[in-house]
């Protein structure tokens, strides 16, 4: 099975600044990577897939990065509704795996 | 607009079953994979299950093959999930969600069914 290592595992930041989390996998995936935030109590929302086409309806400030092995989630200018938590998921082969997600909380 | 609604979660005995629903609307269901992914409480997500449109193809997480059956009624436009011989560690979420091409990513989601195996 691929695993999913996100980092950080959670992080404090404020209004503004530029968010960054990674998402390695433990064999090349290609391009086969899509980014969710989930908000509590709600299900999950797609931002990215194939590693960087942004899903419609997504903001801008939000883009991915990477092949192979290692990914980025990138938000540009972190907003109030932005705080959240983050999963990567790989789709390259059965069975499909998640990252263990990283929690953006408010600094 | 795209509607996926689960039902069927509840409480359930180790050793149980359960069958939970997905009803879809406002897209042609039997033109699409369609996917369960779980996640436990205060934990992360895990996929559970894939049909292929027609029902020809399903893969499953190895921890429930065996005891979790994938299935889907395109006249319904429903998608199920049999569950049985429950375990605690089964004890999660459930979430019915779209594939919408050929690649294992999901733009629309439900908005969930707790299943709790517990005696």
């Known amino acids: 099975d691929i695993q999913m290592t996100q980092s950080p595992s959670s992080l404090s930041a404020s209004v503004g600044d530029r968010v960054t989390i990674t998402c390695r996998a433990s064999?090349?995936?290609?391009?086969?990577l899509a980014w969710y935030q989930q908000k509590p109590g709600k299900a999950p929302k797609v931002l990215i897939y194939s590693a960087s086409s942004l899903q419609s309806g997504v903001p801008s400030r939000f883009s991915g990065s990477g092949s192979g092995t290692d990914f980025t989630l990138t938000i540009s200018s972190l907003q109030p509704e932005d705080f959240a938590t983050y999963y990567c998921q790989h789709s390259d082969s059965y069975p499909v795996t998640f990252g263990g997600g990283t929690k953006v909380e408010i600094k | 607009e795209v509607q996926l609604v689960e039902s069927g979660g509840g409480l359930v005995q180790p050793g149980g079953s359960l069958r939970l629903s997905c009803a879809a609307s406002?897209?042609?269901?039997?033109?699409?994979?369609m996917t369960w992914v779980r996640q436990a409480p205060g934990k992360g997500l895990e996929w559970v299950a894939n049909i292929k449109q027609d029902g020809s193809e399903k893969y499953y997480v190895d921890s429930v093959k065996g005891r979790f059956t994938i299935s889907r009624d395109n006249a319904e436009n429903s998608l199920y999930l049999q569950m049985n011989s429950l375990r605690a560690e089964d004890t999660a979420v459930y979430y019915c969600?779209?594939?919408?091409?050929?690649?294992?990513?999901?733009?629309?989601w439900g908005q969930g069914t707790l299943v709790t195996v517990s005696s």
């Open positions: 064999q090349r995936i290609s391009r086969w």
């Open positions: 969600a779209r594939v919408p091409g050929r690649d294992s990513w999901w733009d629309y």
């Open positions: 406002g897209f042609t269901f039997s033109s699409h994979w």
